[in-house]
C-alpha cells in the first residue's frame, strides 16, 4: 500500500534534481502545482483508506481479535487474530481442508478492502457465538420413527449441554423422504469455532446408539440397509440355504429391459467403477443352464453398462 507513494516520492525528488540542474525548477514547480496534487492524492488513496477504515473499526468495535469473519466474493474466511492500521491478520479456516476450523495459514487483508467488499461476522456478539447447525441421519422406512428421533435428540443434548443452558434453544427433527428411506435433520445450536468437533461428536454418538438399537436401521442406497447388507454377508460366508457365490457371464442371465429412470443407472455404473460391487446380485438357475435375476437388476444394468462380461452372483438352489 506505500510502495505507491514512496515510487511516487522517488520519482519527484529525482526530477526536482534534474529541473534544479537544467534551471528549469519555477517551471518544474509550476508543473507540480497543477498536477502533483492530483497524483499524490491519487497514489495515497489506499492506505489513506485502510487508515480511515482502521479508525472506524476500532470505534465502532464491529470486527474484533477472536471474530470469525468471512469475505464472500473473495471465498474468504478467517479468524481475525490482529487489526493493525493497515491490515488484517487472518488465520484462514478452510482452504487446505473443507472443513470450518482453522488451519494456522495467516492471510493479510488490507483495511481498505473493507469499503469494497462484504464483510460477514459470525461472532460479533463474542459472548453469544452461535448458530444453528444440521446432522442428517438417513433411516430405513421400517425402523423406529420415535426411537430415531429419541436418539438423535438424546446425542444433541448430551454433547451441547452447555450450549442448551447459555441459549435456552433445544435441539429438534425436520425430516423427508427419499427413494430409500427417510432423511432425518437433526438441527441444534453450536459455537462458531466449534461446529465442526461438534458436528463429530454428535454423529460418533448417534452411531453408537443406533449400533445397539435393533428397531433402527441405516438405510443405504442400492443395498436398501446396513442390517440387511450385514444378514446376506453372514449367508454367503456361512454357504447358509445352498447358496454360493460364483462368477458368472453376463450372456447366460435374463434380465428383463430395465424402465426406471435411466440415471439411476449412470448413477449406480458411477459408484460400482469407484467402489467396485460392494453387494453380489441373486440370481436362480433354470433347467435350460441360463439364470434370471431374483435381486439386483438395477446393478446387473449397471455392470453391464460400464462393459463388464462377469459379475458376482448369489446361486439359489443350484446343483452345482
Not at 516520492?9 to 534544479?20: C, D, E, K, S
Not at 453469544?128 to 444433541?156: C, F, G, P, Q
Not at 435441539?171 to 459455537?191: A, N
Request: glycine fraction near 6%; aromatic fraction near 10%; hydrophobic fraction near 40%.
Amino acid at each position: 500500500m506505500l510502495s505507491k507513494p514512496l515510487k511516487l516520492i522517488t520519482a519527484g525528488a529525482v526530477a526536482l534534481i534534474v529541473f534544479y540542474c537544467l534551471g528549469k525548477l519555477s517551471a518544474f514547480g509550476t508543473f507540480f502545482s497543477l498536477f502533483g496534487g492530483l497524483l499524490l492524492g491519487w497514489s495515497l488513496q489506499a492506505p489513506l483508506s485502510g487508515l480511515v477504515a482502521w479508525f472506524l473499526i476500532c470505534l465502532k468495535r464491529s470486527i474484533r481479535p477472536g471474530d470469525r469473519v468471512q469475505f464472500p466474493d473473495l471465498k474468504l474466511t478467517g479468524d481475525i487474530e490482529d487489526v493493525g492500521a493497515m491490515y488484517l491478520t487472518l488465520n484462514q479456516v478452510g482452504g487446505s481442508i473443507t472443513s470450518e476450523e482453522a488451519v494456522d495459514r495467516r492471510v493479510l487483508v488490507p483495511n481498505a478492502m473493507l469499503f469494497n467488499y462484504v464483510v460477514i461476522n459470525y461472532t460479533v456478539v463474542q459472548e453469544a457465538a452461535y448458530i444453528l447447525d444440521e446432522v442428517v441421519v438417513r433411516i430405513t422406512y421400517n425402523s423406529n420413527w420415535e426411537k430415531a428421533e429419541e436418539i438423535l435428540l438424546s446425542a444433541a443434548r448430551i454433547v451441547t449441554s452447555d450450549i442448551i443452558d447459555a441459549t435456552g434453544t433445544e435441539p429438534y427433527i425436520r425430516s423427508g423422504l427419499y427413494d430409500y428411506g427417510i432423511y432425518l435433520r437433526l438441527r441444534f445450536k453450536t459455537r462458531v469455532k466449534d461446529r465442526a468437533e461438534i458436528a463429530y461428536e454428535i454423529e460418533k454418538k448417534i452411531c453408537e446408539m443406533i449400533q445397539k438399537t435393533p428397531s433402527v436401521d441405516i438405510a443405504i442406497p442400492y443395498v436398501y440397509s446396513y442390517r440387511t447388507a450385514m444378514v446376506e454377508t453372514v449367508k454367503d460366508n456361512g454357504e447358509e440355504l445352498s447358496e454360493r457365490v460364483q462368477q458368472i457371464q453376463l450372456s447366460r442371465i435374463r434380465n428383463d429391459p430395465y424402465i426406471g429412470d435411466p440415471n439411476d443407472i449412470r448413477q449406480l455404473s458411477e459408484n460400482i467403477a469407484e467402489n467396485g460391487l460392494l453387494q453380489p446380485i441373486v440370481v436362480e438357475e433354470d433347467a435350460d443352464g441360463l439364470y434370471s435375476v431374483a435381486a439386483g437388476h438395477l446393478r446387473l444394468e449397471a455392470c453391464k453398462s460400464l462393459g463388464w462380461k462377469k459379475i458376482a452372483a448369489v446361486v439359489c438352489n443350484s446343483q452345482k
